[in-house]
Structures are given as C-alpha cells and as structure tokens.
C-alpha cells in the first residue's frame, strides 16, 4: 500500500525559510517522478514543483521559482522541498504527490495518490 507523509510545515515570518519533507513507501521510490501542490483556503490546488526519477529533472510554477527548490534522496524514499524567501501568499496546505513515467507535469489529474498534507503558515 503506498503511503506518503508530508512533514516539516509551521508558522513562519515573513522572508523565512522551512524544509518539507515528505516520505514515500510501498513502491520502488526511484521509479517515480514527485511533486508538490499546495491548496489556500478557498483556492483550488495549485502546483508548486515537480522532480523527476533523479534530480536532473525540475520544474517550478512561476510563483515560486528562484525561491523554492524541490529535491530527492532515493536511498531515503524521501522528497523535499526547500522554502525560502517566504510570502504571506506561500501560507496553504502543501501535498506531495507522485506518477509513473519521465514527465514532470504541472496539472493535479497527472497524479495519483496524495499525502494528508501540511500546513504552511506565513505571517506579515
């Protein structure tokens, strides 16, 4: 059964920086690409960063690119994503997600199972 355990949120000023982490089991982790989406309250979920089966291939939403950087270590079945530079705008839920196949895609449908989640919190 695949599971995966989004950690790492908090309350953050603004400018911080927090470190998500999400862990990955049931499956052969390397032979999926990973991503992160993230859902404000009241917003539809958005995507964020998506990495493919090494750390060769990325992709970032425009909002967050230059700030936030996604990152795998297969030998811990674990993704990550480094936030820096925070805005009040980054405060949602963060989910991490993954799919089969070398694409790293930006819409929700391209992606099977989802974590529970974890709030990010940004204060002005």
């Known amino acids: 059964q695949v599971q995966l355990v989004e950690s790492g949120g908090g309350l953050v000023q603004t400018g911080g920086s927090l470190r998500l982490s999400c862990a990955f089991s049931g499956r052969t982790f390397s032979s999926y690409a990973m991503g992160w989406f993230r859902q404000a309250p009241g917003k539809e979920r958005e995507f964020v960063g998506a990495i493919g089966r090494s750390n060769g291939n990325t992709a970032y939403a425009d909002s967050v690119k230059g700030r936030f950087t996604i990152s795998r270590g297969n030998a811990q079945n674990t993704v990550y994503l480094q ?10 839920v963060y989910y991490c997600t993954f799919r089969e196949g070398l694409r790293v895609p930006r819409q929700d449908y391209e992606y099977a199972y989802w974590g529970q989640g974890t709030q990010v919190t940004v204060s002005s």
């Open 83 to 92: 936030m820096n530079s925070l805005k009040p705008e980054d405060t949602a």
